[in-house]
């Protein structure tokens, strides 16, 4: 039963582009929506998270935009940087947090 | 600034060992989590626990048990290793309504 389908598996951006990464998910009980960011040797941090009453939160070069109807959500990062290469994790939750399988992203310098 | 500490960064143990795996957080979180990381899996949830002495099945709990003695910490535990459990093992914590915060990860190999 795989109640997060995450999209790409993996994703390589020019320095100074647009990266987006998907999230779709089956739950509609899911009340909270982070993305989060791996880097070799460490653990997952929270990078940007969001709430279902609202379409979209920018932080930066990062934003998440929501739509409810499609369940789905996605995570643009503006800009790419070389220190932006990770593994990214949608995580939506209700009680019990359910992860993505990943995207590994690389930006070419 | 929340951490969340696992004891061992890398360990090597052999197969039919019992093998603990120990995290702290300083936070006073109620929640914590144990899951393992695989390529292409993903983070998949062994077990976790809202309460001292609590415990409850995530996903893939065969094979591995639990302690929380004291809120602080909690032990994963692998009975009798099998190669099929080698992986990186990440701990977690968190507060109600709150994002998780993770360790760095165990990276484990059973010989």
């Known amino acids: 039963q795989q109640q997060v389908k995450q999209s790409p598996q993996s994703l390589i951006v020019q320095k100074g582009g647009i990266s987006i990464i998907n999230c779709a998910y089956e739950?509609?009980?899911?009340?909270?929506f982070p993305w989060y960011q791996q880097f070799p040797g460490k653990g997952p941090a929270l990078l940007i998270a969001i709430r279902p009453d609202v379409s979209e939160k920018k932080e930066g070069r990062f934003t998440i935009s929501f739509n409810k109807s499609a369940k789905q959500f996605s995570l643009h990062i503006m800009d790419s940087q070389p220190g932006d290469s990770a593994t990214y994790f949608c995580?939506?939750?209700?009680?019990?947090?359910?992860f993505g399988k990943g995207t590994r992203l690389h930006i070419l310098p | 600034d929340v951490k969340v500490t696992q004891s061992s960064r890398y360990l090597v143990k052999r197969t039919g060992e019992k093998v603990f795996l120990e995290c702290v957080q300083d936070m006073d979180h109620e929640n914590m989590f144990w899951y393992r990381q695989d390529p292409g899996l993903g983070l998949r949830l062994i077990y976790f626990s809202y309460d001292v002495k609590m415990k409850e099945k995530g996903d893939i709990p065969e094979g591995y048990s639990v302690s929380r003695e004291k809120k602080e910490r909690f032990s994963l535990i692998l009975e009798s290793a099998s190669t099929n459990q080698t992986s990186m093992y990440l701990c977690?914590?968190?507060?109600?309504?709150?994002?998780?915060?993770f360790g760095d990860g165990t990276r484990l190999s059973i010989l």
């Open positions: 995580a939506p939750r209700d009680d019990k947090i359910i």
């Open positions: 977690a914590s968190k507060d109600s309504n709150q994002p998780q915060h």
């Open positions: 739950n509609t009980a899911f009340d909270y």
